[in-house]
C-alpha cells in the first residue's frame, strides 16, 4: 500500500480532529448543528433543511466537550458536526471529509483502508455506527476541495452527501449523539506516511 496503517490508534475522535486543527494552526472552525432526520441522503430536504452554523475557536472547541457543546447548542434529536470550513490566519480553507455509505463490517474496512492508501489519503478513519466517516490530515483550498468533492461524487461513495456539500458550500461529519444516531463516532484507524 505504501502507507501506514495503524489500527484502533486509541485515539478519541476530538483528539483526531484537534490534532489537526494544531498542525495546521487552524484558528476558527465551524460546526453545524442539525436535525439527522431531516438531514438524509434526501437532497432537496437537506437543502431546504441547513444545519445551524456556528464559529468557535479552536482553542474554545478544544476546551469544552462534545456533550457540553450538544447541550448548548442543540435542542431535541439535533446533533452536532464538524465542518469542513476552517480558517487559518484569516485564509480559508476545507478539511477533506468524506461520509461513506457502505456498511461498516471488517471486509469493508480493510477495502476502505486500502482505496485511502491507494489514493494516498491521510487522516482518520471513523466508525460512524452504520458505516464510516473520514477526516483528511491536510487542508484544501476552497477550489481544491470542489475538485475533491466532485471526485467523491464521481466515485459514487458516499450516496448524495458529495453532491449535497458542493450544494451548500461545505460538508460536515457528525461528532455527538442524539436518538436516531445513537452510536458515538470513534477512530478507526490512523492513516500515515510512511517514515
Given at each position: ?112 483502508l486500502y482505496a ?77 506516511k510512511p517514515g
Amino acid at each position: 500500500m505504501g502507507f501506514h496503517v495503524e489500527h484502533e490508534p486509541r485515539i478519541l475522535l476530538k483528539d483526531a480532529v484537534l490534532e489537526i486543527f494544531d498542525e495546521h494552526g487552524i484558528g476558527t472552525i465551524e460546526i453545524a448543528v442539525y436535525d439527522p432526520v431531516l438531514n438524509s441522503d434526501d437532497c432537496s430536504a437537506v437543502l431546504e433543511n441547513p444545519p445551524s452554523l456556528m464559529h468557535l475557536s479552536a482553542e474554545d472547541f478544544r476546551n469544552r466537550s462534545i456533550e457540553d457543546m450538544a447541550k448548548k447548542y442543540c435542542t431535541g434529536d439535533e446533533v452536532i458536526a464538524v465542518s469542513s470550513r476552517v480558517s487559518v490566519n484569516g485564509s480559508h480553507f476545507h478539511l477533506p471529509q468524506i461520509d461513506f455509505t457502505c456498511e461498516n463490517s471488517g471486509d469493508r474496512t480493510a477495502s476502505i483502508l486500502y482505496a485511502l492508501g491507494e489514493g494516498k489519503q491521510t487522516g482518520f478513519l471513523v466508525a460512524s455506527g452504520q458505516s464510516y466517516h473520514f477526516y483528511g490530515d491536510w487542508l484544501l483550498t476552497p477550489e481544491n476541495w470542489l475538485d475533491y468533492m466532485s471526485r467523491m461524487n464521481d466515485a459514487r461513495i458516499s450516496g448524495e452527501y458529495a453532491s449535497i456539500s458542493q450544494n451548500r458550500g461545505y460538508s460536515t461529519l457528525r461528532i455527538s449523539t442524539c436518538r436516531y444516531k445513537p452510536h458515538e463516532p470513534y477512530v478507526l484507524a490512523r492513516i500515515t506516511k510512511p517514515g
